[in-house]
Structures are given as C-alpha cells and as structure tokens.
C-alpha cells in the first residue's frame, strides 16, 4: 500500500472499531513495521482524524468540516512561519506577486520586510490590510463575493480581473496535495480563483505544511506538473516526498 491508502484503512479501522493498536495493525493488518504505523498515526492525528494514545490511537469526534480562519492561524503555527520564511527566498525584485488566501500565505505577508518593493494582487482583505502598511508595496485588491469562511474575495468579479494580468509569482495555499490528483481545496468557487492565479502567474509556489500532503478535497485547482515548487515543513515523512518526486511532472519540493 502507498501511505496515503495505509492511513485511510488506518482510519477506517479506527472508525469501525473504537480504536487501533500499533502492534496490531503492523503485524496482522498491514505488514510493515511499528515505526511505519507510529509515522502513520501522526499524520493521521495531524489531519484530525485520529487521537494518539499509548500503545494505538482513538477515532476523532471532529467533524470534517473546512475550519475557520481562526481555527487555523494557532495550529501548526510555527510550522507556517518557517514555510513563510522560505517563500522570501521567491519574492522578485521590485516585481509582481499574487497572493491567495490563507493562513500560511498571511505569514508570508506578515514576514515582508518594510523595505520590500513589489506589486501585489490578492483576494484576501487581511492581507491586503498588513500588506497596505508596507511603504513601497502597491496592493491591488481582488473584488468578488467574500466568503466568510475564509475571507477569500470568489466568483465571476474575482476572476475576470485575473484574466488579463500576468504576474512574476503566485504564491497559493493548498487544502490537499497528492501526486495522483494534484492541488485541491473543499471549495468550488475558491478553486476556481485559484485555478485563474495560476494561469496569470510566470511561476507557482504553493506554501502548504506537512499535514495537507496526501489529502484529497473535492476540487482539484492545478495538477502536479503546474505548480513550480512546494514549499512544506520539514515534519513532511520520507515516503509521501519520495512519492512527490517521483511523479510525472513532480514540482520541486521545499522543506523548511
């Protein structure tokens, strides 16, 4: 099995079951070793699904819901700081940016330096906010219905204003990354932004951490051979980044 079909059984188990034991699922359900199933159970309890206790894990009572925005800036915090300090290193030189909304893009915005010169587009009225306080940066604000969950500006508005502008860097979050179905996030008319940000963007960055790599949501916004690099932290296991490289059209991959 590939982790990603592991850890789904993994979940599955824990759902039908009540709980999982380490033991048991490396000798009698999935062969592999413990270390592997404890790999396994982290990123599962990352991802909400499961809860980490000795000797095995217990099924989440979290409903699979999108979180809110303020749900999402305390966790894996410092994890989206160092990606956001990664992504300085793909900011041009007095050039053009977009940036998506997001948690970790808002790190990005939060990190600019004062003395940073660029023009930035976003759909994201925080960011635009923090980016409005930097001196010499010219932001240029998406219009569109705002949606509440995320604060992102969607739709037809959003999307027409991107598709006559060309931009040096793209800089997207991401709700689930895999190989096989690409970059995706739970909502329709946010993926469709996103899609239209990477059409206008020269090169695509996507800042997402660990826990979104094998995760699959219901709209895929770019396939793998469209993003330029991924920037993730370094909590990412060996095997889900040896199955990024080795796709067709693999991005390069960051971890920070």
């Known amino acids: 099995m590939y982790a990603q079909e592991r850890q789904q059984h993994i979940a599955q188990l824990a759902r039908a079951q009540g709980r999982v034991e380490v ?3 490396a000798q009698e359900e999935l062969g592999v070793t413990t270390e592997t199933v404890r790999r396994d159970l982290t990123a599962l309890e990352r991802r909400g699904s499961v809860r980490r206790v000795h000797g095995g894990a217990l099924p989440s009572d979290r409903l699979e819901l999108e979180p809110t925005v303020q ?4 966790h894996l915090a410092a994890e989206k700081r160092r990606i956001a300090a990664r992504a300085l290193d793909e900011l041009p030189s007095d050039g053009t940016v977009l940036l998506d909304t997001g948690t970790t893009t808002g790190a990005l915005a939060e990190l600019l330096p004062t003395s940073t010169r ?3 587009l976003t759909n994201s009225f925080a960011h635009a906010g923090v980016l409005g306080q930097l001196p010499q940066v010219d932001v240029l604000l998406l219009g569109g219905r705002v949606r509440r969950l995320t604060g992102a500006a969607v739709g037809p508005w959003a999307r027409a204003a991107l598709q006559d502008v060309c931009v040096d860097v793209a800089f997207l979050g991401a709700n689930g990354v895999t190989p096989e179905r690409g970059f995706t996030t739970p909502d329709q008319a946010e ?4 899609a239209a940000m990477v059409a206008a963007a020269r090169r695509v960055v ?5 826990s979104k790599v094998g995760e ?4 895929r ?12 932290d370094t909590t990412l296991d060996d095997e889900h980044a040896q199955e ?3 796709a067709d059209d693999a991005p390069e991959v960051a971890r920070a």
């Not at 749900?71 to 305390?74: H, L, T, V």
């Open 221 to 232: 916004f770019a396939e793998l051979g469209q993003v330029d690099l991924l920037v993730t």
């Open 216 to 219: 699959v949501h219901l709209h």
């Open 206 to 210: 996507v800042l997402a951490d660990a």
């Open 191 to 194: 993926a469709e932004v996103k």
């Open 118 to 120: 660029l023009t930035v």
């Open 244 to 246: 990024l490289r080795a």
């Open 71 to 74: 749900a999402r800036q305390s």
């Open 23 to 25: 033991l048991a699922l």
